[in-house]
């Protein structure tokens, strides 16, 4: 939708940091590059007490830098939003790097006065093998809509507004309140997302607003995100009870994986202790299914698409199968420990 220039409103945009000096640079250059009237837009970066040289890089650009003690991105969020003047705030991380129209972009998805939450995609930054599977994977690292989809109700755990790259009309905040800052990292937006919606609010998910991300270049940063991720999750329950959509999700996905454990267990034990050679086939079946039905999938779109390596096809099902154990054991850890009681 075509808009004049004196109908843009003032955008705010607030970057959560803790030690990202190796990276934030890049997305402070695109930051400067972004085509958006200079009086009508603001650049607020939030720093998590770094210890590194992240305060001194932001120092020199055209920017307000704000301080906050508090641990978690959440919080961070919600200094970023107090310290803002903005009629829209768009949310983005130190590892992303942001296109010339992505705040223009943003603000033509806000013209319905209902819609209050915008989220767009998350494409890799870099070509290396985990970057290449994080968008590749059948549960992609980061959120890639393929369509625009306008919602009402966050039904799917694989469509909602990704923390990188989302923005909010500041009167939803007003009516749903300030993120919870009992989410230090992981589902830390999602519930945010969940009660812009209770308020009436609709949710554009769109591809047209886009940025690119830095994702975790070994194995084990991007197990160990994951890690957090299913603790963020396991809070969700905790703090929310079932009526989160998300909640409902993150103890289907611990209880399914649970009882494919023990399932093998017990196929185990019946292998070991009656020595009958169906439940050693039942076991092996049951044991290679999953990862077995993953490489299937891959084999087929890898092909398709013909490109190269093609080790992807045995890589990506182990990632896959390693990602969903590092999230159950996430959510598991948290669910687990004490605190962080239930809202009433």
């Not at 590892?95 to 006065?113: A, G, M, R």
């Not at 993953?294 to 990602?323: H, Q, W």
Request: charged share 25%.
């Amino acid at each position: 939708m075509e808009i004049k220039d004196e109908a843009y409103p003032k955008v705010s945009i607030v970057v959560p940091v803790k030690n990202g000096a190796a990276k934030i640079k890049d997305l402070l250059d695109s930051l400067m590059r972004v085509d958006y009237d200079r009086d009508k837009l603001e650049v607020i970066v939030v720093d998590g007490n770094s210890t590194d040289a992240t305060k001194e890089i932001v120092s020199k650009y055209p920017v307000k830098l704000v301080v906050e003690e508090k641990a978690g991105v959440n919080a961070a969020r919600n200094t970023g939003i107090r310290n803002s003047s903005g009629e829209i705030i768009a949310f983005t991380d130190h590892d992303c790097v942001v296109p010339e129209n992505w705040v223009k972009t943003i603000v033509s998805n806000f013209q319905d006065p209902q819609v209050g939450c915008v989220g767009g995609k998350v494409l890799r930054y870099n070509n290396d093998f985990l970057s290449r599977y994080a968008d590749e994977s059948l549960v992609p690292v980061m959120r890639i809509f393929k369509k625009k989809t306008v919602i009402d109700q966050i039904r799917s755990p694989l469509y909602y507004p990704v923390g990188c790259n989302f923005a909010v009309r500041r009167a939803a905040i007003k009516k749903a309140g300030f993120f919870d800052e009992r989410f230090t990292y992981g589902f830390d937006e999602l519930e945010f997302a969940e009660r812009i919606c209770m308020e009436g609010y609709k949710i554009v998910l769109t591809p047209d607003v886009m940025v690119q991300h830095k994702h975790r270049s070994t194995i084990q940063e991007l197990l160990r995100q994951t890690f957090r991720y299913g603790q963020g999750g396991g809070l969700l329950p905790k703090t929310k009870g079932i009526r989160s959509v998300f909640s409902k999700w993150v103890l289907l996905s611990i209880v399914g994986f649970a009882l494919w454990v023990l399932t093998l267990l017990y196929l185990a034990f019946c292998a070991l202790f009656v020595g009958s050679t169906e439940f050693l086939i039942m076991l092996a079946a049951l044991f290679f299914a999953p990862p077995l039905g993953l490489l299937i999938i891959y084999a087929y779109r890898i092909f398709k698409t013909r490109e190269r390596p093609y080790r992807r096809i045995l890589a990506y099902p182990l990632i896959d199968m390693a990602r969903l154990l590092a999230f159950v054991a996430g959510g598991v850890n948290c669910l687990l420990k004490p605190g962080n009681k239930r809202e009433k």
